[in-house]
Every structure is written in structure tokens, then in C-alpha cells.
């Protein structure tokens, strides 16, 4: 599972290829971990929260679900016909490995993700500085200002929340174009490397579909932070925290049915596999738990990449669980079970109620040291960047930029309890698959082998980086772990 809220924290899980563009500030609001914490649509992100998903993981993607990345040409098919008894009868050797000519491209690979990550992000931060600065985001601010003020004059013409409904879109805008060059360029590696196979016309109107959604989401929050600020300048970020979080357990129970089919076709999967959902069923009551058939779908993911998945998402009623049709297509039934096991153990072991604890938590914290530093670099620096207080406008630049840095700052952390969750999961479905399969453990170390081709996985990823943006344990220490565990 893997989290939906983000951007700049994490690349969501492998296979990301995005950077992190300019959404990284609404990390600070709600972080991301929450999202994937649903699993909620791999890869899609909700309130500027990128779902990912698991194993495969997943995406690339700009806000929710454009983007995707996905693997190489001819992979996916390499990876269909892989030859899963040879892999699993290598012990000795490393458990997961490429052949040459696709592990030059994995590694190739992974320095764009690398450089695109961070290298987004220093971009967004270098663009906010330039826009506080330059002066333009005054200007924008009082020249919106002009437009919405009270005729006549006085000390109570000026209307605020009129104003910011033009400030905000219009920041938003500008920032959805700074960061377009680092989504041209994702898109074009992802097309290249054969991750994905989604036509230019797509992608532009996948990208827009998620802007929309963006400034809908956004002017609303934006609009709302200021209102604080201006009602209670001192506990702000408190109250923001505290009306934040019935919209983040209502973001990840209803992105399933509202957010993912505006990005994907979902089709019962019993209609296409009634022997599949038989066996899942078996799995689910294995683990003490009951999806319907009727909770079981198909997502159209081949419209885009080329990748595998199947995730579990939604809470409560809307908790479903959903097969890539690329998974359907490549991977046999065994492994299918292996990926939706480990979903499963995401469920079971109560990682979205803990996962909202903890985001809770770090979204805390974050706003509290948001708050201060963003007091203190007004205080210091106002006159200079021509901002008057805290509640004006002409700030807006500022707090992105500060939500910004302590999103990237922060990301160590989310990702570090996201491996954590990810390797319990990775455990849980294998004891469960064990019970089912005699030779569970190879089946995960050709899933791990398999996927991890198909989305071009580095065999032995930068430590350093995967400290800081990975949402999944490299999938070699995940192939090695399932062959440990299978050996007596
Ligand atoms: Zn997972």
C-alpha cells in the first residue's frame, strides 16, 4: 500500500517516475501516508495526495492518477513468459535479478526518478523564492485586491475571502506550470522505458481532469487556512489540524467510488474470472475477513501503463478489492494471490487506522513548526517582500514554500513507517499463502521477480535514496526475505 496524498515525500512506490512537482505543500495538511494507507486507487492521488499502491507500485502520476510509469518495452511480455521454476530454484545466487539489458535500464531509470525527485523539489523551492522576491506575489495579491474591494473606500472595504478567491486559483495555476516541464519530462521516460502506453491527448486531458480537481480541493483549503489565520493568528494551525481530519477519513473512504472511476473504468471481476474470485475469497477467509464478489473489480489499467498491480482500498462500505487488468493479463493465478495476500495483510494487521494515527500525528507537528517558522520569516522579512501580515495574500508564496521544505524534510519519516507497514504486509501474506500453496515461497520470489522487471526495478537501489523517498523496502530485500522464509 502506499500513500495517496503526495508528491514530493515519496516516489510513490517503485516505479514512480514523477517529480515532485508542485503539490508537495499539501503534504503539510494532510500527509500522504493517509492515502496510501487506503491503498486507494494505486496511484491516484486525492486532495493532492497521490495513491499508491503496492507491490508493483505504482505511479507516477501527477495528481491523481495521470502519469504513470510503468516498465519497459517488451517487459511486460518478457515478463509474462518468465520461467518461474528456474528463479525459485536459485538459491544461493540473489533472489531477485535482471537480465543485462534490462538492468542497464533500471539502473538509467532509477537515476531520473532520483534526479526528477530531487531535483523537483529544489525547483518548487527556487520558484517560490522567485515569486516572493520578485515581488509578484504582492502584485498578484494587490492587484486582486483592487479588483474585489468595497467602492467608496474606508477601513472595511477590502474583502479578503473575495480576494483570496482570486489569489489562490491563480497561485495554484502558476504552480501546476512550473511544474508541467518535470511532468513533460516523466511522461516522455515513462513512454520511453515502456512503462506506460498512454498516448500524449491522454495524458494532457488525465492532466487537467487532475488540476481541476486540485483547485478544487486547493482554493477551498487555502481559503480555509486563511481564514484562521485571520480568526485566531496564534492557534491557526490547531483548528486547522482538527477540521482536517474528518475530511481525511472521508477522502479515504470515498475516493473509491467518487475519485478513482473519474481516472478508470472498474467491471466486476466475476464476470471476466469467476475461478479468480473463488480463490481470493478463500484467501479472504483465510485471514478472518469477507469481501463480497460483488466488492471485487477489474481497473482498466492497461490504458495506461504496463505494469501490474491489484490493491485493496476504501474503509467500511466502500472497501473493495481491485486487479489491474495488466495483473489478469501477465501474471498467473498463484501470484495474483500472493499480491492480493499482501494487500490483505494491510487490512488485516490495522494498518489504515494506524496509518491515520500517524499521519495525524506528523500532519501535527508539521503544522505547528509551519506556524512558527512561517510567524518568524514574516516577521523578518515582510517589509522586504512587501507583506504586510501573516494574514495577507501577498504570504501565500511564503507558507507554500515553507509547507514545501517541511514536506521534503519530513518525508524520511512517512516513508520509513510506510516500509515498516510494508514488510509486516509482506510477511502476513506469505504465512497465508503457505497455508494454500506448499511452495509459497516461490511463487513470492517469481512474483517479486516478475513485477520487479516489469516495472524495472534497480536490483541494488541507493541506500541513501531509498531512505529518503522509498514507500516500499528495495524489492531484492523483499524477493530475499521470501526465500528465507521458505527455507526451513
Ligand atoms: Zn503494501
Redesign the pocket.
Known sequence: ??TLLARGQQRGGPGMLQPTGMEGWLEVFAHPLVGGLA?AGAGRRTAGARAV???G?VWIGDSMGKGVLAHVPGAGAYAQGMDVSSLSAAAGGPAYTLPPALLNKARALEHLRTALYFGGTAWDLLFLGLLLRSGAGARISRWAAARTRRRGGGPFSERPLLQGLLVAPAFLLLLALAGLPGELIGHRAALAYGLSVEHWPAWWGDLAESELITLALGTPLLLGVWALLRASPRLWWLWLWALLQPFVILGVFLAPVTLDPLFNHFTPLAAQNPALVKRLEQVAQLGGLHIAPERMFVEDASRRVTGMNAYVTGLGRSKRIVVWDTTLAKVPPDEILAIYA??Q??YVLGHIPEGIAFSAALTLGLLLLLARVFRAAVRRWGEQWRIADEGDWAALPLLLLLATLLSFLAAPAGNAWSRM??HA?DVYGQRLLQQLLPNAAAVEVADFNRLGRAWLEDPAPNRFVVWWTST?PPTADRAEQARRMGTP
Do not use: S
Open positions: 500500500m502506499r491503498c499502491c503496492d507491490r507500485g499482501h494487500e495483510g494491510h507497514d510494508e504486509a516500499h
